[in-house]
């Protein structure tokens, strides 16, 4: 069946479509992983927009669920320049035109994704429609596609209620394994423990309890602290700051999330008075954007935002640069930060925006990249080792 990318601009792409069979008008994004896409899918950071990705064979290690970020996929659309209908990988669960249409999400196939990458870099983000109908008429979808707004998607995807996630060891990470798959993750950590005995994870946080204000977050945030022996107790995101302080947790975390950070008005100001304890308090990506609002700075949105598994950060403070995993479209500016309450920590080493912030006089550090990964590089997970030593009062 054919399908068409419109976007708000009037250019068209002709594909195949894919997944449900359904129209939606999104904001178009691209993502630049060149593997990972499920846990793109179900990153929930994507609420409100349809995702193109930029490496053209996208499915061909299919659906392996015990990989997924959160429960659901979360893009309101998919986009590929290829989609693998065979998937091989013993781990895989189901094909990724299943998984599709399982959950409701339409998407097309056979564009030219590069071409749509350019012009999305060239004249920026944009809202489009994924249709099927071949007699669409231009004139009427572009004002609808003008108008459409991600709106406070915050609210959609955050937990329903309050629930706790107990520390695990690496190999409990994922629940009982058996057969091959148990086999080959007790081989992988044998490995590890014999020829790099220093990548294994100590349980540092043994003993602390941390809180995680969940805007929207990636499952593996509370599975980092996790590993790493701490309990975490996750809250929704309108939870009241008055009842994550009455915890007496040891530290708060504010995870990632989607939409523009502006539109969370309520949570910015419980975030404030989290700000105003001394709770050691780890922020990411969105978590770290409210944290700059709520203490006085200001967000921008970008022209086409970080979306993906390569984008280097360097930290101000070594000189050391890591690669990062990130899907942002909003950024901190640093113009109209004052220096007595944050100063930039991590700048992205391609365009000079901010990646992070220190907090004057206060225990708490935030970063818009992801240290928890998922998919991307993982060079900066030390960060929850920071964090963990924060809550220790080490300096």
């Known amino acids: ?70 429960s659901r996929p979360w893009p309101d ?52 429609m994924i249709t099927t109908n071949e007699n669409y008429c231009l004139e009427e979808i572009l004002p609808r596609l003008k108008e459409y707004t991600t709106g406070k998607v915050v609210e959609r995807v955050t937990c329903k209620e309050k629930h706790t996630v107990e520390p695990t060891t690496v190999l409990e990470q994922n629940g009982p394994l058996s057969g091959a798959a148990r086999f080959d993750r007790i081989s992988y950590e044998r490995g590890v423990r014999e020829k790099r005995p220093s990548l294994v994870r100590e349980l540092n946080g043994a003993g602390l309890r941390v809180a995680l204000l969940d805007l929207g977050a990636k499952e593996n945030i509370a599975r980092s602290l996790a590993q790493r022996g701490c309990e975490v107790t996750v809250y929704p995101a309108l939870t009241p700051a008055e009842e994550i302080i009455e915890g007496n947790y040891d ?25 105003d304890t001394e709770i050691p308090i780890f922020a990411i990506c969105l978590g770290h954007q409210l944290m700059a609002l ?69 225990n708490i550090f935030t970063v818009q990249f992801h240290p928890e990964a998922c998919p991307g590089p993982q060079d900066s997970g030390y960060l929850f080792d920071r964090f963990i030593s924060m809550m220790k009062g080490e300096k």
């Not at 359904?22 to 691209?30: D, M, T």
């Not at 290829?82 to 669960?93: A, G, K, Q, V």
């Not at 930290?315 to 990062?324: C, E, F, M, Q, W």
């Open 1 to 70: 069946m054919k399908a068409f990318l419109v976007l708000e601009d009037g250019t068209v792409f002709e594909g195949t479509h894919i997944g449900a069979d359904r129209e939606v008008i999104s904001e178009i994004v691209f993502n630049t992983s060149m593997a990972g896409y499920l846990e793109v899918l179900t990153d929930p950071s994507y609420a409100g927009q349809a995702v193109c990705m930029t490496y053209p064979l996208i499915g061909n290690y299919g659906i392996c669920r015990e990989d997924m970020e959160s």
């Open 77 to 128: 659309g998919f986009i590929v320049r290829e989609l693998s209908r065979i998937p091989s990988n013993f781990r895989n669960d189901c094909t990724i035109q299943a998984f599709l249409e399982e959950n409701g999400v339409p998407g097309i196939a056979g564009i030219d994704t590069r071409a749509l990458t350019k012009i999305l870099r060239e004249k920026g983000t944009m809202n489009g």
């Open 251 to 275: 530290g708060i975390m504010l995870s990632n999330g989607p939409g523009d950070p502006k539109e969370c008005t309520s949570v910015i100001r419980e975030i404030k008075k989290l700000y």
């Open 294 to 362: 709520a203490t006085g700075a200001d967000t921008h949105k970008m022209k086409y935002g970080h979306r993906g598994g390569n984008h280097p950060v360097k930290d101000l403070a070594t000189g050391k640069v890591y690669i990062s995993s990130q899907n942002h479209g909003y950024v901190v500016d640093t113009d109209k930060l004052d220096p007595k309450v944050a100063v930039p920590a991590f700048i992205n080493v391609n365009d000079g925006t901010n990646e992070g912030l220190s907090y004057t006089n206060k």
